[in-house]
C-alpha cells in the first residue's frame, strides 16, 4: 500500500521507556511514518533511537519543566492534541494512554488506535490523582473534580474519532469496552528479548521495578517484606519516593532510577519479581519472565494473560498470584513462592515471554492494518 502515515503519541521523554514507548519503537521500525507528540526531548537525545528525528509537538512543548512530563498541564491536554494538523495523511496511527486517540482527522483518513488505557486520570485513577497533592481538598478540590468531568466528557467523544481500536490485552480491551462501548483487537505489545539475558541461576534476594507513584503499590510491597524480613530491590522513580525510602526498613533498597545495563543485572539474578498494582499489561513481568525470573504478582489485568500460576498449571507454572491486595496476602504468597520455587522451570519462564516477541507483534500489526484498510475502503 502506498500511503501516507502519521504516528501519534503523547510524550516522547528520555525516563519515559514504558511498554507504550516500546510499542512506538517497535511500530517505526516497520512503517515509514511522521511521528507526532504533545512533547518531545528524545529527538535531542545522543542515546535515543529517535535522536535527530523531526517530530511534530504542540504548544506545550515550551512550556516551564515540560521536559519532566505535561500531566501537571492537564486539562489543556485535550487541546494541545486537537492543534496537530494531520490533514495530508492517509492513515493516522495512534498510540494512546490519555489524548493521542483524540486527534482531528477527516472522512477521508482510516484512524487506527492502539490504546494501552483509557485515559486513566479520568476514569479508574480520578481519586488517586485527587488525593495527589491535596488537589481533592477545598476549591482546588471542586475544581479539579469539574476538569475530571470534564475531560470523562472529552475522552468519550474523542473515541469516536477513532475507526478501529487495538488493545494491548483482553484486560485493557474489557476496559476500551467499559468507557467508549467500542470492541478492540488485542495484540500483545512487543518485549525486546534480545536486550534481557536468560539467567537459571538466582541470588537471594527480591526485585520490583516500577514507577514510584500511589497505584502502583509499592508502599504495599514495602510493608509486606518489612513484616518478611526479607531482602528486596526497588527500582524507579516517581512522587512516592521519599515515602517509601522512609517506610523501607535496612533490608529494602530503593535505588530510584537506573540506567538499563544495572536493572539488567538485577533482572536476571532476581529470585522472583515482586508486582501489586492491577495493569492493563504489564511489561515488567514478562521482561523478568524473559530472564527466567518467576513472578510474584496480584491476581488481576494483564498479569493474568502473562503469568502462569504453579500452583494452577504445575507443568509450566510461571510464578504465583496473590488475590488481595494488602500486605499481609503478598508476604503469604512470598511464603508460598518459596516452598514451590524449586518448581518453577526458568525455561518455562523464557518460553513465556517469547509468546510476546516482537516477530508476533510485528505480524499482528501489520496484517491488522491491512484489514482495517480494506474493510474500510470497501464502507467508504
Known sequence: MDLNYALVHEWLTPKATGGSELVVQEILQHIDA??????????TNPESYLYQREIST?????????RNGVQKYLPLLPIAIEQLDLNHYDIILSSSHAVAKGVLTNPHQLHICYCHTPMRYAWDLTFDYLKGDRKGKG?????????????????????NRVDYFIANSQHTAQRIWRCYRRPAKVIYPPVNLEKFEFCPEKEDFYLTISRLVSYKQICLIVKAFNKLKKPLV?????????????????????????????????????????????EDFGIALVEAQACGTPVIAYGKGGALETVKDIRVDPQNGTGLFFNVQKSDALAKAVIEFEQLQNQIDPENCRS??????????????????????????QGK
Open 58 to 66: 504542540t504548544f506545550l512543548q515550551k512550556f516551564p519543566q515540560a
Open 139 to 159: 476549591v482546588q478540590g471542586a475544581i479539579a473534580r469539574y476538569i475530571l468531568h470534564r475531560l470523562r466528557t472529552w475522552d468519550v467523544i474523542s473515541a
Open 234 to 278: 526497588i527500582i524507579g522513580e516517581g512522587s512516592q519516593i521519599d515515602e517509601i525510602r522512609q517506610l523501607a526498613e535496612p533490608h529494602v533498597r530503593v535505588l530510584g532510577w537506573q540506567p538499563h545495563n544495572v536493572v539488567k543485572k538485577y533482572i536476571t539474578k532476581a529470585k522472583a519479581f515482586v508486582y501489586a498494582a492491577c
Open 34 to 43: 511522521d511521528l507526532y507528540a504533545l512533547i518531545d526531548f528524545e529527538s
Open 352 to 377: 513465556q515471554a517469547n509468546n510476546f516477541s516482537p516477530t508476533i507483534f510485528k505480524q499482528s500489526y501489520l496484517q491488522f492494518i491491512e484489514d482495517c484498510y480494506g474493510e474500510w475502503k
